[in-house]
């Protein structure tokens, strides 16, 4: 998706387009935000932003390169996951209320990338809306094209 939205004039990607954080900009940086938030619970090494809206990087090459920083540390932090690691719970205080909650790790786990596919499928909307085509996204069928 990161190079589709390249190919947009960054007018176009911060456009409001109507979606939950606006624009294709908007949700690309709520992705960012929340899975390092997710990251920082999964490593106790909290990850603080004044709200979830919150735009980490207004350039979209520093989005890019910082996107692909927290996927190589999504990455590594799934490679280093035990069956005994995601039996266990993980207690962490969600940022839109104050109270401590407590859930098997490979429940927060499944989070993380459902959010994920979640927005994902926003941006898809977006992104065409803008009159570019994202491709098959399909899952089964991803891996049979060339």
């Not at 280093?80 to 962490?92: I, K, Q």
Request: net charge negative; proline share 4%; charged share 20%.
């Amino acid at each position: 998706m990161f190079a589709i939205c390249a190919q947009m004039s960054d007018e176009e990607r911060k456009l409001d387009r109507g979606a939950p954080f606006k624009s294709i900009s908007g949700t690309l940086n709520h992705l960012l935000v929340t899975d390092r938030m997710w990251l920082g619970r999964f490593y106790a090494d909290p990850f603080v932003v004044p709200s979830l809206d919150y735009e980490l990087y207004a350039d979209f090459e520093e989005l890019q390169r910082e996107r692909e920083i927290t996927d190589e540390a999504i990455f590594n932090w799934v490679n280093s996951l035990s069956d005994e690691a995601l039996s266990g719970d993980l207690t962490f205080t969600r940022f839109s209320s104050p109270a401590e909650y407590t859930l098997p790790l490979w429940v927060c786990a499944l989070h993380l990338f459902n959010h994920q596919t979640h927005h994902r499928g926003q941006l898809t909307t977006l992104i065409e809306q803008a009159g570019y085509d994202c491709g098959v996204t399909d899952l089964g069928a991803m891996p049979l094209q060339s």
